[in-house]
């Protein structure tokens, strides 16, 4: 039983990223689960090769992408990801698309297949705030569950895959606005241990998996 969860290199004017800072803190197993962690380029022609490339290597069971949502207040498993590409700001490599899609011969969009609301309770009853989103913005987060559902569609149907926004950290807001939401590092990585747990538990496919291999 193995899990790849990814994070994002730091992007914009920050200096670091919360998503890989806190996948680097989880532990190598997770209710038996094998964590097996990848680090992702913010770059919307980059990423999917990167996570596309980790799957292949790593042959996961499961996939969890995680990326920063400045200004959000709780971890926020992302219910939806749509067909579209549209940035704020350039990405690390300077591109900055406009109205552009993810996938020409894509759907309009793709739910994510991890139970995102058990998650979201596993994560509260540790404590932590969490709540479900239903957008994942248009930008690299965005465009990588996209990408992923979009992998797992067309050429790894066993797959099980989304993605979880979290918090800037602590660290981050210290100059920016009077509060600007943040959340330690440490709870960041206890809230996707704790939906972790949820995806292994909740997931009859994996239990069935689980029950073969243990």
Do not use: W
Not at 7 to 29: C, D, H, M, R, Y
Not at 161 to 184: A, C, L, R
């Amino acid at each position: 039983m193995k899990i790849l969860i990814t994070g994002f290199n730091p992007f914009g004017e920050e200096s670091i990223n919360p998503a890989f800072e806190a996948v680097k803190l989880l532990p190598e197993t997770i209710e038996a689960a094998q964590i097996v962690k990848l680090e992702i380029p913010t770059e919307f022609k980059k990423a999917g090769k990167v996570l596309q490339e980790g799957i292949e290597i790593n042959q996961p069971d499961v996939v969890v992408c995680v990326g920063q949502a400045g200004g959000r207040s709780a971890i926020t498993p992302e219910k939806v990801a749509i067909n579209l590409m549209d940035g704020r700001i350039p990405d690390n490599a300077g591109y900055q698309p406009f109205d552009t899609p993810v996938q020409e011969d894509g759907p309009t969009a793709y739910f994510s297949s991890l139970p995102v609301k058990a998650m979201v309770e596993a994560i509260r009853e540790d404590g932590i705030p969490s709540f479900l989103s239903y957008t994942a913005g248009t930008y690299v987060c965005n465009y990588l569950m996209y990408e992923l559902l979009y992998l797992i569609d067309h050429q790894y149907p066993q797959i099980k895959g989304g993605f979880i926004h979290v918090p800037f950290m602590t660290e981050q807001v210290v100059n920016k606005p009077n509060g600007t939401p943040s959340m330690d590092l440490e709870t960041i990585a206890k809230g996707l241990e704790k939906a972790i747990e949820a995806i292994v538990k909740n997931d009859e496919d994996i239990q069935l998996h689980m029950g073969e291999t243990h």
